[in-house]
């Protein structure tokens, strides 16, 4: 296949197995059958706009919109001239109704210690924080830094922040002070709000510290809240510095939300890139929160008396739209935990589920491969059965893993939602709706309705389906960007310069002869081998089929005959990394996808390199794998050990 247009990749990938979605559960589903989705997907494309702006009269508005979209390309304006306010889209609609008193947030901290607070409580520590902000001077426009553990208090932050038009900007409690200053100096933070300390894996993470330190080059902040959390002492700076719990003491529960334009900006998201210098991911009000409700009741197929657990963290753009803005626009019960997935031991995530009766379980496939090393026995402690649909979202999910949940977790009656979305899109873009669309393994399968994808060669030109290419948007969505924070050429040149008119994903994908969508990774990633373009993900599940391999990375490394050859990272769950297991394994990969796919490398780790969200980092692997020295960044990295000892192999 030399010679395809630029743009295009191979696919060496068969997966044949697919899965209806069980009966009785699409017997009940908003939307039960393939007919049903399809119908409400070509209403929707034949009018994207009509269909967005019927559905907008689901949010509250304190002044109806005009216009449904202002489309100046690559700049959306959606639902013009309305004023609505997010804060009250989750809470406020909710009081006077049976919601009242049901658990927004069922919480449970990393030690064991749980808090529960219903909609009515949620609604009263929001508005007394609003007036905490206010207080101290934040009005709408402003920016808030928010470097909060998983605690209610970091949802109550945010929605403090949209209920007065305060722009939150929410960093990973694992992010250093360099990568906060950075923060508040991009974003011009006004406010950051911390606390004395949070649980990891039984260990205190020492976030007042590390604020500290990056106040120092924080010049535009002039205030820090801090939350007690784990009653240490902690270096107050007079004049700067407030304990949450003395400025919530005399806070009034007082406070209407503020109505905002509908692009009034709601946050900033600082996506940590497996690929370069952070951005500011800007999201805005009416569009955002339209677009996450409506993804909560597709995808998850959400009813009331669900217990829905989505194990992001509230620093990556899941916790944003699926932990807080999308369940509770929908009236859902979220279930929040502090900690580590394997504190005090392994079985913490299925302990948690048969605590709680979890109805509903989101999580990233890099913790799925982690629960299937860690082993089965974990898992079969506790009863599961309360579990009615499974979802996945950050990375593909390898068949294989995929068929592990099904089983395992699942325990082959609940679906699995594959989502596929970015920082960038707001909500999810892609996936199964759980009583409508068959999943095959490894497919994020078909689009939400009102999206409308393509897969094109760098031209732009459709490549046809089973071929891999470009994945683009041609339509803009309410949830999508609305640009980088400060930096509209880098948005323009980012996302809209190479295909023309299309929004560029960076990730490449094939879609099969039933519509249905695979994802092959990202553009930068793909290996080029003697003129064959291959994708990171087919490799690697091709790997994870075999039982000794829990986790495979791929990349491409120059070679002086075939452009690049295939290396391969590896970690075990069974058997002896040995050069026996070598050949074995590149016999596995010729097996499953061909000779042109076998690595030249096959190398062992203990742990792959990760951003602190859970993506393995290639960029990393390709220097090491050619020997570089210079690494590059390695600021998002979760384990610097593991780059440690993969430098220290090739030495
Ligand atoms: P982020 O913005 O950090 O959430 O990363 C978005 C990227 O993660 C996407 O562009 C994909 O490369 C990857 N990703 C997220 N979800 C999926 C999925 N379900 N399948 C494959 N890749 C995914």
New binding site residues.
């Given amino acids: 296949m030399g010679g395809i247009q630029s743009g295009q990749v191979d696919t060496v990938m068969r997966e044949d197995r697919v899965f209806a979605p069980p009966a009785e559960f699409a017997a009940q589903a908003r939307i039960g059958s393939l007919a049903a989705y399809e119908k409400l997907w070509n209403e929707a494309a034949a009018d994207t706009e009509a269909f967005w702006g019927k559905l907008a009269q689901e949010l509250h508005w304190f002044r109806p919109f005009s216009k449904v979209l202002d489309w100046q390309e690559p700049f959306a304006h959606w639902f013009v001239g309305g004023q609505t306010n997010v804060s009250y889209n989750c809470l406020d609609v909710h009081l006077g109704t049976p919601r009242q008193n049901k658990a927004a947030i069922l919480w449970e901290g990393e030690p064991g210690d749980t808090r529960t607070l219903t909609y009515l409580q949620l609604h009263r520590e929001v508005c007394k924080f609003a007036n905490v902000l206010k207080h101290l001077g934040v009005a709408a426009g402003d920016v808030v830094s928010i470097y909060l553990p998983m605690t209610p208090e970091l949802a109550i932050a945010m929605l403090a922040c949209a209920r007065i038009g305060a722009v939150h900007s929410v960093i990973f409690g694992g992010f250093s002070s360099t990568a906060i200053a950075e923060r508040n100096n991009d974003a011009g933070a006004k406010v950051v709000i911390t606390a004395d300390g949070g649980w990891r894996r039984g260990a205190q993470l020492p976030l007042k510290a590390n604020v500290d330190e990056a106040l120092e080059k924080s010049p535009t902040v002039k205030h820090c809240i801090v939350l007690r959390r784990l009653n240490n002492a902690v270096h107050m700076h007079e004049g700067r510095d407030h304990w949450w719990h003395e400025m919530m003491d005399g806070a009034s529960a007082d406070c209407p939300a503020t109505p905002l334009d509908s692009e009034h900006p709601l946050y900033i998201l600082y996506?940590?890139g497996s690929t370069g210098k952070p951005k500011g991911i800007k999201h805005t009000t009416a569009g955002y929160n339209l677009y996450v409700k409506k993804t909560m009741e597709w995808v998850f197929d959400l009813r009331d008396e669900d217990v829905y657990w989505c194990t992001a963290d509230c620093g990556?753009?899941?916790g944003h739209s699926y932990v807080v803005y999308g369940p509770l626009s929908c009236g859902a019960t979220v279930l929040m935990y502090e900690g580590a997935p394997n504190w005090p031991d392994e079985g913490r995530f299925w302990e948690i589920i048969e605590k709680y009766r979890a109805t509903i379980f989101y999580t990233a496939p890099t913790a799925i491969r982690a629960f299937i090393k860690w082993g089965d026995k974990w898992v079969d402690k506790y009863d599961l059965s309360s579990l009615r649909l499974l979802g996945?979202?950050?990375?593909?999910?390898n068949p294989e893993a995929w068929m592990w949940y099904h089983r395992k977790i699942g325990r082959e009656r609940c679906p699995i939602v594959?989502?596929?979305?970015?920082?960038?899109t707001g909500g999810i873009m892609m996936s199964p709706l759980p009583g409508a669309i068959p999943t095959k393994p490894g497919s994020?399968t078909r689009p939400m309705p009102g999206i409308l994808p393509a897969i094109v060669t760098d031209s732009g030109q459709p490549v046809p389906d089973g071929q891999g290419g470009m994945l683009v948007m041609t339509k803009p969505w309410p949830g999508m960007l609305r640009g980088i924070w400060g930096d509209d050429d880098r948005y323009r040149q980012q996302y809209w310069s190479k295909v023309p008119h299309h929004y560029l994903?960076?990730?490449n994908a094939r879609r099969d002869a039933d519509g249905y969508y695979w994802?092959m990774?990202?553009i930068d990633d793909v290996i080029n081998v003697a003129g064959h373009r291959l994708s990171t993900?087919e490799v690697e599940s091709a790997l994870v089929s075999h039982p000794d391999v829990a986790e495979a990375a791929a990349i491409g490394r120059p070679d002086d005959l075939k452009g690049q050859a295939v290396a391969v990272f590896v970690t075990l769950k069974s058997g002896v990394p040995n050069e026996e297991l070598k050949r074995e394994l590149k016999a596995h990969v010729r097996k499953e996808i061909g000779a042109l796919a076998v690595p030249d490398d096959v190398r062992f780790t203990k742990a792959l390199p990760k951003t602190r969200?859970g993506?393995i980092m290639r960029r990393l692997l390709r220097d090491i794998a050619s020997g570089k020295h210079q690494i590059g960044d390695t600021t998002t990295l979760e384990d610097f050990s593991v780059l440690a000892s993969l430098q220290k192999d090739e030495e």
């Fill in positions: 996506t940590s990556w753009v899941t996945t979202v950050g990375e593909g999910i594959d989502t596929w979305w970015q920082t960038e994020c994903a960076g990730d994802i990774g990202r993900i969200s993506k």
